[in-house]
């Protein structure tokens, strides 16, 4: 057991120093952690937009129309700058960039209200700001629902007594809103959350890959340059190097969790322990998960290509952008395989809804079990690469 520790320490010793001397890796631990954390909630830190230039054309030329485009120009999310009679004269501006985009109102818009008549209202906008188009949809669908409440009546008066008469006697439904973890609506406010941890977790496996990498490279592992002649098992590198990410990275997510969701106003309502307790067998599954893929790392840059480009999956994965629930089972499998996307979904739910470490059993279980099978896979990993004399010690000191 004390064979062990001391092999341990050494080897968290000599990742600290190789971390230290590594400028690639110091650029991703700096530059990843501080920079991606920074841009990105600086990109969504207005959180919401409000009224976003539009323009509207009109072809029903209707008395009709001309209220429906007041009611939306009242909206708190747009602003209507030009109403106009030609659709390409739309796209135009949207291209010129002096509106977010543009409604389009047939010439059946003039018949509601009047028997079964429908009309198709379409948005279009540009993808190049996709804040903007999520308030011209939000405000569309506001101005609808008004404007549902308001012709309602003429359909009514259009109904046979006995109709009338079963609608009258209908028990009106009471709905009562009430907004619970986002009540600005706020895109940042949803996203940011599960995206600090998605970073912690690529930035984490960038490092680890690109240290790994260097060892196999070298066919020297860092403890050796250090202390030629240990011979470590499997066991002890694995958790040497554990213990170096999993102390480095406790800081980095001091700053990405705790520092700048208060900076950013992002939801923050997370107790601190708790936060904690998440994050440490978090950092120390997605160490173990990525010592695991030991055979694959070359060299120190190939990782690169893979990782950088695996944001969307990632998030996709984690439940938030897309409901678990309604995922197919085989992809719903692989939301228990990364780290990140159990630990995006626990940390929203302390940080965003103020869960305790009760109401995250699920994912604390997922993430001790993944600790446990991450950790046998690479201790396992990286004894077949010690028999296999992938690494040698330095026969000299």
């Not at 800081?251 to 904690?276: C, Q, R």
């Not at 999956?313 to 719903?332: A, D, N, Q, T």
């Not at 077949?384 to 330095?394: M, N």
Request: proline content about 5%.
């Amino acid at each position: 057991m004390k064979g062990f520790l001391r092999h341990t320490i050494q080897t968290a010793i000599a990742e600290w120093k190789y971390i230290s001397t590594s400028i690639p890796i110091l650029l991703v631990l700096f530059g990843g952690n501080v920079g991606y954390g920074i841009l990105y909630n600086y990109m969504y830190s207005p959180n919401i937009v409000k009224k976003s230039p539009i323009a509207v054309v009109d072809m029903s030329h209707s008395k009709l129309s001309s209220t429906f485009i007041q009611h939306l120009d009242a909206t708190e999310q747009v602003n209507v700058e030009y109403v106009l009679s030609d659709y390409a004269e739309g796209e135009k501006l949207v291209k010129e960039r002096k509106i977010a985009g543009f409604l389009y109102i047939p010439k059946s818009f003039s018949l509601l209200g009047i028997e079964d008549n429908r009309s198709n209202i379409m948005a279009y906008g540009s993808t190049l700001s996709f804040l903007d188009f999520l308030m011209l949809q939000e405000a569309t669908t506001y101005t609808l629902l008004d404007f549902n409440d308001m012709l309602r009546p003429l359909y009514v008066m259009q109904l046979s007594d006995k109709q009338k008469f079963a609608i009258a006697n209908m028990q009106r439904i009471q709905v009562i809103p009430t907004v619970m973890y986002n009540p600005t609506e706020g895109y940042g406010t949803y996203l940011m959350p599960p995206v600090m941890m998605i970073i912690l977790f690529q930035t984490l496996l960038i490092c680890i890959s690109s240290s790994c990498g260097n060892e196999v490279e070298t066919k020297l592992l860092h403890i050796n340059k250090i202390y030629p002649h240990i011979q470590c098992k499997g066991s002890t590198i694995v958790m040497g190097k554990v213990v170096a990410y999993t102390t480095i990275y406790f800081v980095f997510s001091f700053f990405l969790l705790g520092l700048l969701p208060s900076v950013f106003n992002l939801p923050n309502i997370g107790n601190a322990t708790t936060i904690m307790a998440l994050v440490v067998p978090f950092l120390f599954s997605s160490s173990c998960f990525a010592l695991c893929f030991l055979p694959l790392y070359n060299n120190s840059e190939k990782p690169l290509l893979f990782i950088v480009f695996m944001s969307i999956i990632l998030l996709f994965f984690s439940g938030i952008s897309y409901p678990l629930e309604l995922m197919p089972w085989y992809w719903k499998i692989m939301h228990y395989v990364f780290p990140s996307a159990t630990a995006a979904m626990a940390f929203v739910k302390i940080n965003s809804m103020g869960a305790t470490l009760s109401d995250i059993r699920p994912e604390m279980i997922t993430l001790c079990i993944q600790c446990a099978v991450y950790f046998i896979a690479a201790t396992f990993i990286y004894n077949k690469a010690i028999k296999k004399k992938i690494f040698s010690p330095e026969t000299t000191s």
